[in-house]
């Protein structure tokens, strides 16, 4: 089998899917490559990898997706690291700044804010340095381990995943394993083998990554939900016809 180029994200949330990657013998045959969600995202669109852990509001875009393996980025409430950040109530807020690093994250709060919230704000898309600017009525969507830091930043916190879940009653799925071809069944099985390997061995990932900014054990097994259920299915489905209806 020829090497698959295989797109994951540099966030904490990945570290049990990708746990196993160099201690199975898969790791044999994959070439992986690191970046934050809308660069792997945008490496998928280009062809420049076959498969990657991308945001899934990006699967209208590709003329061939393939949702791949039974595990994904979601969660069935909280989810912790994927909000609204502000030092002010939600009703007080005014501008929202869009993560630059996202795209599913930032068309659910879009989402939200209209349909759950029933909010019009002034929203803006964010340069790297956007966190510096949340304060007063200028609140900050927020994403992967720079939200964890932040939690202890700003005094509110809206947490996308439990919005969507108060607004929907659906888990949310924010990332999957998408390739933009069809792959060897073979390796699909292989790779869903390493996502179960390392999901067996939380402890393990949790060791290997000190994090005292949070409880890791929690986030891994209380905010993140790792398998692609058929409700996780029933809220991407949901979530992705109003991207293709709203863009």
Known sequence: MDKIRVGAVSYLNTKPLLYGLNRTVLGDHIEIREDYPARVAQMLLDDQI??????????????DPHIITNYCIGTEGEVASVGIFSEVPMEEIRTVLLDYQSRTSVRLARLLLKEYWKKEVIIEHASEDFRSRINGTT???????????????????????????????LPFVFAAWVAN????????????????????HIPEVVAAHPYPVYDLLHYYTQNISYELTDQKREGLARFLDWVRLNG
């Open 139 to 169: 609140a900050g969507v927020v994403i992967g381990d720079r939200a964890l830091e932040q939690r202890s930043l700003s005094p509110c916190m809206y947490d996308l995943g439990a919005a969507w879940k108060a607004h929907t009653g």
């Open 50 to 63: 076959d498969v990657g852990l991308v945001p899934v509001a990006i699967i209208p875009k590709l003329a």
């Open 181 to 200: 071809k069809r792959l060897p069944v073979s390796f699909e099985k292989d790779f869903s083998a390493v996502n179960a390997y390392g999901l067996a």
